[in-house]
């Protein structure tokens, strides 16, 4: 299926020192098609004006834009209503509004917030801050040596003093899925909120956040092929309703006088200021281009792509992979290192080949140290990704050492 696609994305035309691009940086950011650059450009084109504060035709299609965009979100995460799509500049921003929103008024001395030692700092410091400040006790759960959070971990650090657990669907250092349905069910058995990151989920996988049962689930467009800087919050209903906005001033008012204000429903309490149309009218031909495709088959295309670079890179002496190999238990994400080349080396000399992968801690600091190394490599694959691109990393890594003087060992 991979090479009807490549057509689609300009920049993986590109070559890079003489070489084909091989991209394989996905799990920071996915390369955009024709189809959602094209949206933005639309929009700023014939659509461009301020949505819901304007009585002119303008404005008013501004408005229909960014909402049928909320819309298109809901269907596409299984989501129960509109009101239950907040729109944020990315996950970053998402976890932050739930840690002031909710954290900061709903959490409490002595209160518990769990999360897992494998969590994207935007997961990790928002908790932190929190916890400090309100005098609670944040816990970790550990991984076992696959990588994964075990249900001893579930059971044990989850109990009724937990008022809050945050984790990782698929980890986006070693692409391991977590088992997030027991942790959200453990979690309300012990009477807590469940937040789910899905950053590195919903863009490979379906995604039904009613079956789920998860409260919060955070996630960015600019990792399921919209621009950057749109991202969404999904909450329950009841949930939001009863949380304090994050943002003060324009569109999420309803009355101000001058010492006072009420505010607006939700999702608008949560979005003040001008928003960013032009992304979510990319965000919206993201989701129709991903459902043409269809979910399934993109995580059954990713499997196939990780498995086969598990083992090619799995012939190649000195080479460490981390986390499981048992592609059941794996997204399109996988780490590594060369023995005696630091990976910022190895990206480097990739690059050399046309091979673009990430190299360092990930935004991942606490997991590194639990794994005992500095930083690792990262390969993260798409739909778009093929097989003789694997071939084109393996041969480049075959050759990595050879650029460092370890000759042909």
Request: glycine share 8%; proline share 3%; charged share 20%.
């Amino acid at each position: 299926m991979n090479n009807r696609y490549i057509a689609d994305f300009p920049t993986l035309k590109e070559e890079v020192n003489g070489h084909r691009l091989v991209y394989l940086d996905s799990a920071a950011t996915t390369q955009k098609p024709v189809s959602v650059i094209e949206a933005g450009v639309a929009y700023y084109r014939t659509s461009n004006a301020n949505p819901h504060r304007g009585a002119y035709a303008l404005s008013m299609k501004a408005t229909e834009i960014y909402e049928n965009t909320r819309t298109a979100v809901k269907n596409f995460i299984g989501a129960g209503s509109d009101k239950e799509i907040i729109f944020t500049k990315n996950a970053t921003e998402a976890f932050n509004l739930l840690a002031y929103s909710y954290g900061m008024n709903f959490i409490g001395e002595g209160d518990e917030i769990v999360i897992s030692i494998a969590e994207h700092h935007s997961n990790l410091v928002p908790w932190q801050q929190v916890a400090k400040a309100k005098g609670a006790v944040l816990k970790y759960m550990y991984l076992d040596e696959e990588g994964i959070v075990p249900k001893e971990e579930i059971e044990g650090k989850i109990t009724n003093r937990t008022k809050l657990v945050s984790v990782t669907q698929v980890s986006n250092v070693l692409g391991t899925i977590n088992p997030v349905r027991e942790i959200i069910q453990r979690a309300h058995r012990m009477g807590a909120v469940a937040v789910v990151d899905a950053a590195q989920s919903v863009p490979h996988q379906r995604m039904n956040v009613a079956d789920l049962d998860a409260d919060f689930v955070v996630f960015s467009g600019h990792k399921m092929l919209a621009p950057m800087g749109i991202g969404v919050l999904y909450g329950k209903e009841e949930l939001l309703e009863k949380m304090p906005p994050f943002l003060y001033g324009g569109d999420m008012i309803e009355y101000v006088s001058e010492q006072d204000a009420s505010f607006a429903e939700i999702p608008y309490k949560f979005e003040g200021g001008t928003q960013n149309v032009g992304g979510a009218a990319g965000l919206a031909a993201a989701i129709r281009y991903l459902d043409a495709i269809g979910m399934d088959e993109i995580e059954q295309a990713e499997k196939a792509l990780v498995g086969y670079a598990i083992e090619k890179l799995s012939r190649i002496p000195h080479i460490t992979i981390y986390g499981t190999r048992d592609i059941s238990k794996k997204a399109g994400i996988l780490s590594f290192n060369v023995e005696d080349v630091h990976p910022h080396d190895v990206a480097t000399i990739l690059d050399a080949y046309g091979v673009a992968i990430r190299a360092g801690h990930h935004c991942a600091e606490p997991l590194m140290r639990y794994m005992a190394v500095n930083a690792t490599c990262r390969a993260s694959f798409y739909f778009y990704n093929t097989k003789e691109d694997v071939d084109q990393l393996a041969e480049a890594l075959a050759n990595t050492r050879r650029w460092l003087g370890y000759g042909s060992e």
